[in-house]
Nanobody, 122 residues
Framework: VQLQASGGGLVQAGSSLRLSCAAS????????MGWFRQAPGKEREFVAS????????YYLDSVKGRFTISRDTVKNTVYLQMNSLKPEDTAIYFC????????????????WGQGTLVTVSS
């Protein structure tokens, strides 16, 4: 599966951004789609995930109520709507996929998209 992330940028605190992750190639409804982020000098961390059915959604505690993950099954695209952005949300955001039944993070680079940089100024 190929994953293409986009939508990052430089915004002020309190602003919104929407990230997109377009999946192509061997797309399958048996994958769980997710977003991770990595801030400078920190470990990569899980942000949110969703199944293609939309039935299982999970968030990092610190983004609950501000971020919303969704998917468009026609466009094979997963979105991350980020509202009320804070400087601590500054990071490179990665989309990822894992087969249902496996665990995060995916170990193979085949399941990672390139990152998109989000910078939130105070």
């Amino acid at each position: 599966v190929q994953l293409q992330a986009s939508g990052g940028g430089l915004v002020q605190a309190g602003s919104s951004l929407r990230l997109s992750c377009a999946a192509s190639g061997r797309t399958s409804r048996s994958y769980v789609m997710g977003w991770f982020r990595q801030a400078p000098g920190k470990e990569r961390e899980f942000v949110a995930s969703i199944t293609w059915s939309g039935g299982s959604i999970y968030y990092l505690d610190s983004v609950k109520g501000r971020f919303t993950i969704s998917r468009d099954t026609v466009k094979n695209t997963v979105y991350l709507q980020m509202n009320s952005l804070k400087p601590e949300d500054t990071a490179i955001y990665f989309c990822a996929a894992r087969p249902i039944g496996s665990t995060w993070p995916p170990r193979s680079s085949d399941y990672w998209g390139q990152g998109t940089l989000v910078t939130v100024s105070s």
